[in-house]
DNA sequence: GCAATTATGAAATATAAATTACATTGCGGG
DNA sequence: CCCGCAATGTAATTTATATTTCATAATTGC
């Protein structure tokens, strides 16, 4: 068994250590006690209860409580609230400190997040399941892109850079019409073309996103989807999943491993026209150049 | 050693993992989601009850109560206990191998300059530049954003962002109808409000992007750009310039850094309007979800 | 050393979490 | 098409957890 005044994990929270060490000469000595456990197991505290570190020290667990609300935590619920918080370094939204200009100091935690959404991006193209993707973009007759809300726009940029890399790739818009063009896209009905859709969703998840993975499956048509880390319907439907991280403590999600990952994504199928690609990206800006309708 | 899939918190429970990957394959459905939900997100584990991750599953409580005696273990409280033990008795450290990124030879460098143009992304961030555009955001009493081609979805997408961080934003569609939207947003003519547009617009270069500058000068309008190191009018338009590489070695350019500036101007916008800002996030949800047209 | 203040715990109460028992749905096999 | 089982949810119940109230003990200031 564990001694009660144990070792503490690697686990930190510099912000709440700092606080309950500020405040600690000025508390009620059982109080401070508490304080004093809390301190030097802060690794553990999402799995304590106010019980048990009352036990643990052997005060009651009214002090525990009280203590909590002394230092400003709405209790035992507060406390687990804000350093789930601090784990992810996200400012409370309402807590704004509007005055003060975030410094670049405040930026760096965000940054090494970005970086390391990054990193697992590389990761993922590294894997072999990024060639199954690949893979089966490539092998596709006909591929469909599709995103919702906050991404719907890098769905479309997709399916337009995607395009540039090879045919028969189309964005699915979501409401207007997204069945038919997903239905009838050709007119010969005879040969059942190989398909494949490229979701994208982040949360809030969008209702269509499951339907539409529910058709794929039903239908016997490849899905890939890139969505964030909290998505747990996805694997329901298809193994092809790449999970870009979006929290990267800004007060909006990111998009940003999400674009890289569609980024790689591209150059990857790309990768595999090479010898077509000049002339087609040729074909392309000749297109846009004749387009100038301004 | 860290799983591709995991998130971005150091908190790993390999056993934990093993268990819940081995089970999945024949869990019924919604319980495989939650599992799945729960591997996922192992870093926040201690901080949930069983309410919670039903609920940002969207199952029932006995759901995720029936999944955990379905691995084994004595309901929730049953599960903290055990990750408690497996978090304080696991092996002190996995130095080993664990430095070796797994990226392919060719990617290294790819990635480097990824990393390098998000980097100078936040040089950017930290400049008084950056103070000068987000005041201008936040005093203009319209603004506007556009892009083209390759990165129109992306403009669409920042439109979208920040117009849930103040009112009156709008996305300016290219061709259609473009300066009708321009000119006559609200009835009242009397006024002249301010209006600021963001443009973004990376190599090649689309015709309208100048026009619209042009026109923004003549008219005494702000202009912020967000554009790539190639780009040599900007700044015959306005200081306010945000340069994003994106030169990166792939086929296609890269879009990341420009995502990531877009992304923290939303933020950094976001910041100014940090009180009215959850209630906006909650009304805008709130809309997605009543918008349930499927 | 005596009031006034503060700290603390016991018991009661309120709130939340988890479990159980039962009802409903949906799906595959005959 | 119906049966029956497995999956899932609802509502009631039990149990744990947190908070309030109040009485007592300790401490402080004078």
Redesign the pocket.
Known sequence: MRDIFSQSTPIVFPKFEEKLRGALPD???????VAQYMILNVGDLSFE????I?EKV????????????RLGY?????L?RELRDELFDREPIQEGNEGAREVPEGMTRNMDLEYQALGEIYQQRASPLWGQIVQTIVEADRVYVTGFQAVRGMAEDCARRLGMTRGNVRFLAAHDGMLTEWLKWGDEESEKPSRCLILIDVVPYAREASILSGICSKEGHSLIVFTDEMCHWARNYTDLVIYASTRTGLILESTVAITAALNLMVNSVAGHYSTSLTERLDQWKTYTRALRLF
């Open positions: 508390l009620p000595r059982l109080e401070a006690q209860t106010g019980v048990s009352s052997g005060v009651s667990e009214v002090t525990v409580s009280r203590l909590l609300r709405r209790g035992m619920r507060g687990k």
